[in-house]
């Protein structure tokens, strides 16, 4: 009945599925920064890019994402392309010098196409990469690993449990609420409204005969969903044990440990344009990464220590 | 053994009008009380006042031996479970398992545990089959039965009802009401309070209660409540399909001696 | 004039894994001014059905000719679509949440007015439509969101009237309100079928069926499996459609099975019941 099923999540057990939530959330963040990482020339970016689009491919095939899902997910990006090359073109980059072709009396800088193609790869893999992330994780997980990378803002009194139980309720109520809205659309276009046609004020008015009956519902299922939430015993501020546990693995060791090389690799390969003897940054970038690896060390030992407690 | 004593209790909303007003029962240990009366006779605010999501004035619940107050709130809602009409507003969990262990991590049971405490209340609701669906690929009877579960799993003495069953099929309220018969069976001390719309299930329990505009016009066992048909004129309510039949026909001039069940009354009338 | 349906496939998200049948080659007729039943368990496809008779759906395959509208995938005008909603009315589960208005009678009159009847007009349109449910003058201009469930109720059917349909759809429109405001609503279609609307009823309530309806209509798993009279339906045992015995017929045929000759023809209520018991033993 809906056709949310972009993203959504696919049950299989593949090996990207089995990873724990933290660590893919971990690497997704790692590979897009890797992905977003500027090189001195556009041969560089395409190589690498290239690169990364096969290993992205690769991993959309492991996580058993269907070639068909992959194109519905870049559809939207169509009009995003478009609007992006025109730009490019009537404003070309500064660097541009390359004339590529004219039409009439505007220039096409080479500049300009390949900037543009840039921008593109990128988008297109970091929309595939978060792909992954939604179709390998269960939403919940997807939650719980939030909730643990938030813990220690508990102690500046982010309420980190409670953001991660809202998104937990809001995922789960998704599908509840679109069939609401398919309801309530087909009710009031039985009382003539044409929601797709007509002047801007009738479609307007189609709107808030839309938003208005969804906002009631949605009030009046908080507040039943509250109640019957208290009844069984839930309070925010009190200790909870845990159903869900998510454990990390030697494997998620292995590919915590290989994308952080992959990040790092990309860093050192963009600062040093292939030259050891220029002025170095990678102490930064490595002061960096070892910072996130600590946290995230960090993290775990009090997650540990408190289980045991 | 009483264990819910209901005192004088009064309840408004606007401070106006008052929805409850001057409600005294109580729920024996193993006794089933069904609540009816007509929507806006306060029937649901009682069940919520009872589990104190709405407070209550002062002095007016005690359960267990204790006040019903902020302070005890905690300690009495770990024996009270309720059921609420609308399957889909009380399902919080993403899958049946999810929702059953809702309960118990805010009770704070040992992780260890839960896989087993889960099992065995979704075998008992005949969930077993379906732990890992999401709420969207069930049923309204199949999400109540959830719930049920739910709750059961928390070990109450009393549950309510509150209309549990008015929202589902005829196929789902056949399979809530099996739920409740089994784990009466099971556990003969459990208490139960069903606000109902359903009389058939209403007169089947032990006791009624017949609500109008907030106070109570009468609280008895089925039998003695259809022997006064002055209740029924009174609140509104309908009387069960038997009794209906049974005056009309009185109406009609024919008089039924033996009124025991459908089938013996049949009897007569083809003599 | 009347409503059929020309072996009608519908299906859901067809081309995708959520594909799913919902209309089975459903061919029927639905007759004028007729009180029609459709029962059939959850997931039957009567919600499907309905959606058909004012094109909120088209079939993926066949036809259904509704008031002279024919409608079929090919021939998909919105303009004539848009008209034919004026005329069959569809009143869906829960109609509550569709008031949205901040008053009562603009919610009514919303309807009216979007199929170009004046403002005014539509405003006295809805105060008898509103006259007709029985909602009290005074409430014409308290905000929809104030007043009771059933009440609620009653105003989204009367936004449905409002469109003065010739047939009137309804989706389980008494789930979940209590017995009074049941039978309030069912009287109220009853004396609306009286006048000549023609009625669409989706139930569970096998009850209703037997007192209310002229036709019925018993789905399974998105095809029709019986289009008769209540009159016949119930000389079957309608348990092997999944459905429910009302109480009456369960009298009815403890009577018969004893050897009283009832004339069952007569009986659609427990008080015909009674006045052929006491004809039969006099």
Known sequence: ?309 | MKLIEVNNLVFSYDKKINVVDGVSFSVESGKYISIIGHNGSGKSTIAKLLIGLLEANKDSIKAFDMELNAKNLRAIRQRVGIVFQNPDNQFVGSTVRDDIAFGLENRQIPHDQMDDIINKFAAKVNMLDFLDKEPENLSGGQKQRVAIAGILAMNPDVIIFDEATSMLDPKGKREVRESIELMRKENPNLSIISITHDLEEAFSSDEVIVLQKGKIVADDNPENILEKPGIFVESGVDLPFKNKFLNLLSQAGIEIKNDESLERIVEELCR | MSINFKNVFYTYSEKTPFRHEALKDVSLTINDGSFTCIVGHTGCGKSTLIQQLNGLLIPTLGSVDVNGYHIEKKSKSLKKLHDLRKEVGVVFQFSEYQLFEETIEEDVAFGPINFGVKKEEAIKIAHECLETVGIPESYYKKSPFEISGGEKRRVAIAGILALQPKILVLDEPTAGLDPRGTKYILDLFKELNKQGTTIVFVTHDINIVYEYATDVIVMNEGKVVMQTVPEKLFAEDVEQYSLETPLIQKTVNLLLAKGMKLDVSKIHSLEDLVKEIARVRK
């Open chain 1, 1 to 309: 009945m809906t056709n949310v099923s972009l993203g959504r999540y696919v049950p299989y057990n593949s090996f990207i599925h089995r990873m724990d939530a933290r660590n893919k959330i971990f690497c997704l963040i790692a590979l897009m920064v890797a992905v977003f990482i500027s090189y001195p020339t556009y041969e560089i970016t395409f190589i690498v890019g290239g690169a990364f689009a096969v290993f992205v491919f690769a991993l959309l095939m492991i996580s058993h994402v269907s070639v068909k899902d992959i194109f519905k997910s870049l559809r939207v990006l169509w009009f995003f392309i478009i609007v992006l090359l025109i730009i490019n073109i009537f404003i070309p980059p500064r660097d541009a010098s390359n004339v590529a072709f004219a039409m009439g009396s505007v220039n096409v800088y080479w500049e300009a196409i390949f900037q543009s193609l840039k921008i593109i790869l990128r988008l297109v893999l970091m929309i595939e990469l978060t792909m992954i992330l939604t179709a390998t994780t269960k939403p919940l997980d997807l939650t719980y690993g939030l909730e643990w990378y938030l813990t220690p803002l508990k102690l500046i009194k982010f309420p980190a449990h409670e953001v991660a139980m809202t998104i937990s309720i809001a995922l789960r109520f998704i599908p509840t609420l679109l069939d609401e809205t398919d309801r309530i659309m087909k009710a009031q276009s039985s009382r003539g409204v044409d929601f797709k046609h007509g002047k801007i004020s009738s479609r307007l008015k189609a709107i808030v005969s839309l938003i208005i009956p969804l906002f009631i519902s949605a009030f009046q299922r908080s507040e039943e969903l509250a109640d019957s939430m208290e009844a069984r015993g839930y309070d925010p501020k009190a200790k909870r044990t845990r159903y869900h546990i998510l454990r990390f693995s030697l494997n998620d060791l292995f590919t915590f440990l290989l994308v952080g090389a992959i990040m790092s690799g990309t860093i050192i390969l963009s600062h040093y344009e292939f030259n050891l003897q220029t002025q170095s940054f990678i102490p930064w970038y490595c002061l960096i990464l070892i910072c996130i690896f600590i946290y995230v060390i960090i993290v775990g030992i009090i997650d540990a220590t408190r289980r045991k407690a």
